[in-house]
Every structure is written in C-alpha cells, then in structure tokens.
C-alpha cells in the first residue's frame, strides 16, 4: 500500500479550506436554524438561536398569510424568461462575433468589453427613464426587458465558440447549410456546456436580482422574492423567524439547481475559462 506524502503545505491550505468553508456556511446553516425556531423565542446568546423548541408551522404561514406564492411565481417566471431570451440572443450575438466576417467587427466586439467596465448603478437613472417613458414601468416587462442585456455573456460564449474548428462550418457550408442551419445543428450541440453553464448563473443571478426590481416595481403584484422578503422584515422588526423562513425557501431554488448541475458548472467555467 502506497501512502501520499503531506508536506507542512498541504496541511496549511487543507485547514485554511475548512477555516473558509465553516466561515461561509455558517449563515447559511443560522438560516436554517432560525426558520425552526417559535415566533417570539427569547434569544439571549447564540447558542439559543440552535436550541428547541423546534417547529414547522412557519412555513405553512408564510404560504398562507403572506404574499409568498405571487412573489414565487413572479421570480419563477421573470427568471426563466429572461434566462431563455438571454441564452438565444446571446449566443447568436456570439456566433455571430467568432465565426462570421462583417464590417466592425472587432468594433463591435471593443465596444462589448468596453461595457463591462461600466457600473450598472451608473445606468439605472437613464435605464429608468427610459422605461418609464416607454410606459412599462411596474411590469413584467419593465423587470425583463433591462435584464436581458448583457456583455459577458456574449463576451464568454465567444471565447467558447472561439474553440470550435472554423473547417467544421466550412464543411457545412459547402454542404448547403445555411447560417440557422450551422447555429442550430453545430454550434448550439457543441456549445452545450457553455450554455447551460450560462443559462444557471442567469436564472440565479435574475433570481436574486434586487436593484432594479425594487426601483421598476411599485406594485405587490409584480414583486419578486427579493423585494418581496424586505417588507416582511418591516413587519416582524424584533423577530426573525418569518424573514429568515421566507430566505430558506428563495433560497432552495439556487441551492437545488448548483447540486443538480454541478459537474455542468464546473465544467462549462473551466472550459470557457481555457477557450477565452
């Protein structure tokens, strides 16, 4: 029997790992711990936030006497919508960019980089505006629409297309196919991994977006989860026991999806990463 050899490194990074992992699970696990804990428990150490009395009637309120399922359904339905639309339109932009020859073309391409290095707080109050004048305001458009545009997707799925053999098109092109043709058939198959990895960290990134749906939606029919979870903090301010059980269950969705797909998110990072 062999045995791997542990050098004085190895032991250093391994227990800086777990330093970091307990750092940043801890929230998460006081999260869960306070969604079992009864409405109005006094809590005078943190040790209390971990100790019975234990309960489940705080997540049949939050369904029934709250808001939560519009707030579910509008989260569930702007992300996915947005997820889709960004995924066709910008793998196509992408396409686009890395296998077809057009006039400014690596303009273009400048320009895309050039706005990753702008803030998005720097765009809201023109963004607002515009939608305000376009009269979407306080709707599911409003929240989609802005969302939809975005450079590092295009500018990642780039990188990958990048990847593909040019003689694989070429070949196709004297076989007939046409450009929907090639996107569909080729490039979308063999761009799999990137795509999905994309279309995940879009739905999540949407599903967890807070500034601009606080800033279009005025109404509590179009709020979503995160600008929904707030006004339940205004009402329980000594407590934490709704909010956190409201957190628990916005935050199932990103959990489930990352320990489904995690070999895909992986993967699709660490070859977008070398492809770019």
Not at 127 to 140: A, E, G, P, R
Not at 203 to 216: A, T
Not at 233 to 250: C, E, F, L, R, W
Request: aromatic share 14%; proline share 6%; charged share 10%.
């Amino acid at each position: 029997m062999q045995y791997k050899k542990v050098t004085i490194g190895k032991v250093i990074i391994t227990i800086i790992s777990i330093f970091l992992a307990v750092i940043f699970i801890f929230p998460v696990i006081w999260m869960f711990a306070v969604s079992f804990k009864t409405e109005g428990t006094p809590i005078k150490n943190v040790s209390d936030w971990f100790s019975p009395p234990y309960t489940l009637e705080n997540f049949p309120y939050v369904f029934q006497d709250t808001a939560l399922p519009l707030w579910i359904f509008n989260s569930f339905f702007i992300a996915i919508i947005v997820t889709l639309l960004v995924v066709l339109f910008t793998s196509m932009a992408a396409f686009a960019l890395s296998k077809l020859d057009f006039r400014y073309k690596h303009f273009m391409y400048i320009l895309f980089l050039v706005g990753l290095m702008v803030p998005g707080e720097a765009t809201i109050i023109p963004l607002f505006v515009t939608v305000k004048n376009l009269n979407i305001i306080d709707s599911y458009a409003g929240l989609i629409m802005p969302a939809i545009a975005g450079s590092m997707s295009i500018i990642i799925l780039k990188g990958f297309f990048d990847g593909i053999p040019n003689e694989i098109i070429e070949s196709a092109t004297i076989d007939g196919a046409g450009l929907f043709t090639i996107y569909g058939r080729i490039i979308l198959p063999l761009g799999k991994t990137a795509l999905v990895t994309m279309a995940i960290f879009t739905f999540i990134g949407n599903w967890n977006s807070f500034l601009w749906p606080y800033l279009c939606a005025m109404s509590e029919d179009v709020f979503t989860l995160p600008v929904g979870i707030p006004t339940l903090n205004s009402q329980y301010t000594k407590d934490y026991v709704i909010p956190m059980t409201t957190n628990v269950i916005a935050s199932l969705p990103a959990i489930v999806l990352f320990l489904i797909f995690e070999k895909q998110i992986v993967k699709g990072v660490t070859l977008s990463g070398i492809k770019g």
